[in-house]
């Protein structure tokens, strides 16, 4: 029997939005399974939902899909946490150009660290080029209308939040 492909789909997800649903659609039309893992070392002060409640948005947002996309977390290096799911690919997406210079330092990072561990980009859909976590909190503390840019289960939250 052919061996299941893995991707895992790493990030900070505070909030989860459009942008990376899209993403996650896409890259099951390449893998059967898809893993986002939110960095739990990068829980920064400043995380406006606590890595439960992110993970419980994604669970929700995914459900319908079943086993083919999971939730999870993980403690330090990526690569590391690749290794032991056994996904040899890591997916990260693109927006702007200005994502460029980011991404491409830890992709090189990350090869450097295991070299036998692909990351392989997508491009964001065109209607969430502009679409960033960070400015969906900051549109969404500030009243705006944010119910284009994140699924249901967030925009209940972040109902909540503000
Ligand atoms: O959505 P983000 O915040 O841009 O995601 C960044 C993330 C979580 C993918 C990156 O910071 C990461 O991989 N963190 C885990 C720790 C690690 O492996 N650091 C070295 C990266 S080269």
Redesign the pocket.
């Known amino acids: 029997m052919a061996q299941t492909k893995i991707a895992i789909y790493?990030?900070?997800?505070d909030p989860i939005t459009n942008g990376h649903v899209d993403l996650v659609k896409r890259t099951l039309r390449v893998f059967d399974q898809v893993v986002v893992a939110i960095?739990r070392?990068?829980e920064k002060d400043n995380s406006l939902f606590t890595l439960e409640e992110r993970l419980e948005m994604i669970r929700e947002v995914f459900k319908g899909l079943g086993s083919r996309v999971k939730a999870d977390s993980f403690d330090?290096?990526?690569?590391k946490y690749a290794k032991k799911t056994g996904a040899k690919v890591i997916i990260r997406g693109l927006r702007a150009v200005s994502d460029f210079e980011y991404e491409f330092q830890?992709a090189m990072?990350?090869r450097e660290l295991a070299p036998d561990l692909e990351t392989l980009f997508m491009m964001t859909g065109q209607s969430h080029f502009y679409l960033s976590s960070r400015l969906v909190k900051e549109v969404a503390s500030l009243g705006g209308d944010v119910s284009a840019m994140v699924p249901k289960a967030v925009l209940k939250k972040l109902g909540e939040r503000f």
């Open positions: 790493p990030g900070s997800f960095a070392n990068q330090g290096l990526l690569v830890m990072m990350n």
